[in-house]
């Protein structure tokens, strides 16, 4: 494990809302994450878990508070800095899978290497490559509607690693999905983080889905109620 | 940048084959219908203007009475003094030609026909603007006497004779035997609809003997010098006649005295009008095309939206994703005007083939309709992605 902090949150807040309908999601997240570490975040519904991961992923940016991505302060950073940052150095997994409709797994795996502007060529070998590590070798050319959950997840996360991103975020990755597919798409999530060193943060409320982390850090009513490394006692 | 995001639209836009296909049928179907329409209406106009062209320039035309249907006022038919006196009293006149029309049956062996028979004399030809295609016009002596010659139109040789030159041979009207001299080169139809060719001249003065039996004149048609002043002339003219034909002063015209100038305004203004009105007509289907466009776009809002948020997600910036999207929009749109604008050009070729007028392409409403077309496309395609484009990407993905 690596001692460098990839990721710093300190007294982040997030109000949604306003006036006598403001709801605080977040009351002050301090947090540190290094380099290569497998974090699970749980919580009931509403604990402002994903919130939390939203502005992790800089999808969504906090009301208060400082978060430092790599030592650069996401706060002060514009819209397309923030664009930049997740085109190079995150990669997403949403529990609905969030592929383009009508299109390819190939052409969907391909899409962020369209944005950093690799050539067609590359761009191919590359794609290729990542849905081979996710074991979708010879699905390149069908369509999501052609392809079951599982399938769907694993060409997700084909398109998440397909740009070596620095941090792999996971929304509740296995939320649509049975047991049997859930347990290999977390094989897969935690390959990743073993064999390549990318840093995962994943979202869930399943305790069999956290067990692969090192790390679990609980959300309670939009605080950290615990943060406790897996292995160590509770 | 600009290059794969050129490739991202067309993706795009192959990839939603019938969501793309139902974009551009609005377009095409507003597009072909104004043009159409305008490009017709064009061609009507062209085609009256064309054949009062054909009726002779610097014409006027005097028919006794006043007013059509209920309430005109009959007037006395003209007599010969009036054409003399019409001749030499009026300054500007070049030619005047007195005209008798009477309805016969013209016999050539077994074929028969029935047509307009004209009264007049050699000028008719020339003020009328018509041209002998064969044979000759009237002798004097045969204008003198009331011989039984006549120059028949195109439409009366092709009824009686066919193919065949008519000229040398006899026709029979009512009980007399009458040599075609001439044959008058085709006119085709006038501007009110009615066959110019559909006629046979004599000598005013053979109609006035063997068809009508008296010396009445319907008509007088005068031709105005070329830059003579035609409003003097009607003016000089209208003042004679009146004398002539002892109107007191309180009292209202029983002639009435036409100009070529003003039918011609007349009808292209009655044409220009319709051409506005089908304009209108077509520019609603234009909207009704567009309309079908705002609401396709509409109704894949929603799936846009989380493609935008998608495409956020994995680092795409605003600006790529709303170039992407104008792209989108201008294609389909320009490609729905050009296949628009082919449609038209075919269609209306071929219509104005059917109807007879003539197909003049007009640049200003093909650009028009293309640029209101594009410009529709790009207003429904674009502004609701921008929208989506100014989202948070998390609000963008979880649009519902």
């Known amino acids: 494990m690596s001692d460098a902090a990839l990721i710093r949150l300190s007294g982040i807040t997030k109000t949604y809302g306003s006036g006598q309908a403001a709801f605080q999601a977040l009351k002050g997240i301090d947090l540190v994450i290094d380099t290569g570490d497998f974090v699970a975040i749980m919580g009931p519904s509403g604990s402002g878990k994903s919130t939390a991961m939203n502005i992790l992923g800089c999808l969504d940016v906090a009301t208060s508070g400082s978060y430092e991505f790599e030592g650069v302060k996401v706060e002060q950073l514009s819209r397309n800095a923030r664009a930049l940052l997740r085109r190079n150095y995150l990669g997403f997994v949403f529990q609905g899978f969030n592929l383009l409709s009508r299109t390819t797994a190939l052409e969907n795996v391909e899409l962020p290497l369209i944005y950093r502007g690799e050539p067609a060529a590359e761009r191919h070998a590359a794609a290729r490559a990542a849905l081979k590590q996710v074991g979708l070798d010879g699905w390149e050319h069908h369509t999501p509607a052609e392809l079951s959950g599982g399938q769907q997840q694993r060409v997700a996360i084909a398109r998440a690693i397909v740009t070596r991103p620095h941090v792999l975020l996971a929304d509740e990755p296995t939320g649509n999905l049975d047991s049997h597919t859930s347990q290999e798409i977390m094989n897969l999530i935690s390959g990743f983080n073993r064999e390549l060193g990318i840093t995962v943060l994943m979202v869930t409320h399943e305790p069999e889905m956290a067990a692969y982390a090192k790390r679990v850090i609980r959300f309670v009513d939009g605080r950290v109620e615990s943060d406790r490394r897996n292995g160590e006692d509770a | ?400």
């Not at chain 2, 062209?46 to 062209?53: E, G, H, P, R, W």
């Not at chain 2, 030609?97 to 309805?103: E, I, L, T, W």
């Not at chain 2, 439409?155 to 040599?179: A, H, M, W, Y």
């Open chain 2, 1 to 400: 940048m600009l290059w794969n995001t050129l490739q991202l639209a067309l993706r795009s836009i192959r990839r939603n084959l019938m969501r793309s296909f139902l974009t551009i049928l609005g377009i095409v179907i507003g597009v072909a219908a104004v043009i159409t329409m305008v490009t017709l209406g064009n061609g009507a106009t062209k085609s009256v203007s064309d054949q009062i062209a054909s009726m002779g320039s610097n014409l006027l035309m005097v028919l006794p009475g006043q007013r059509f249907g209920p309430g005109a006022v009959p007037g006395a038919p003209f007599k010969s003094a009036d054409v003399e006196a019409v001749r030499n009293q009026i300054t500007g006149v070049r030619l005047v030609a007195p005209v008798v029309n009477k309805s016969a049956t013209a016999v050539y062996q077994a074929n028969n026909w029935t047509t307009a028979i004209t009264g007049s004399s050699n000028d008719y030809f020339e003020a009328g603007n018509w041209e002998i295609a064969a044979g000759r016009g009237f002798s004097e002596a045969e204008e003198r006497s009331g011989k039984a010659v006549c120059v028949i139109g195109d439409t009366v040789r092709d009824k009686l004779f066919g193919r065949q030159n008519p000229v040398g041979s006899q026709i029979r009207i009512k009980q007399f035997s009458c040599e075609v001299i001439g044959l008058l080169k085709a006119k085709g139809q006038s501007s009110m609809g009615s066959d110019q060719d559909d006629v046979v001249v004599m000598p005013l003065r053979t109609v006035q003997r063997r068809l009508s039996g008296n010396q009445d004149i319907g008509r007088l048609s005068i031709s105005v010098k070329e830059g003579a002043s035609i409003d003097a002339a009607k003016d000089q003219l209208t003042l004679l006649l009146r004398e002539r034909r002892k109107i007191g002063e309180n009292e209202d015209d029983d002639f009435r005295v036409m100009d070529t100038r003003q039918i011609a305004e007349t009808l292209t203004s009655t044409t220009r009008i319709l051409t506005m009105l089908l304009g209108a007509v077509a520019a609603v289907s234009l909207l009704v095309g567009g309309i079908g466009i705002m609401n396709i776009m509409l109704v894949s809002v929603t799936e846009r939206t989380r493609e935008i948020g998608i495409r956020l997600a994995i680092g795409a910036l605003e600006r790529e994703v709303l170039l992407q999207f104008l792209i989108e929009a201008v294609v389909l749109s320009s490609l729905g005007g050009l296949i628009g604008i082919v449609i038209a050009t075919t269609a209306s070729i071929f219509l104005a083939g059917l109807m007879n007028v003539p197909y003049l392409f007009d640049p200003g409403i093909n650009l028009l309709s293309f640029f209101f077309s594009a410009a529709i496309g790009v207003i429904f395609g674009f502004f609701p992605a921008r929208r989506a484009a100014g989202l948070n990407p998390i609000d963008a993905l979880r649009h519902e």
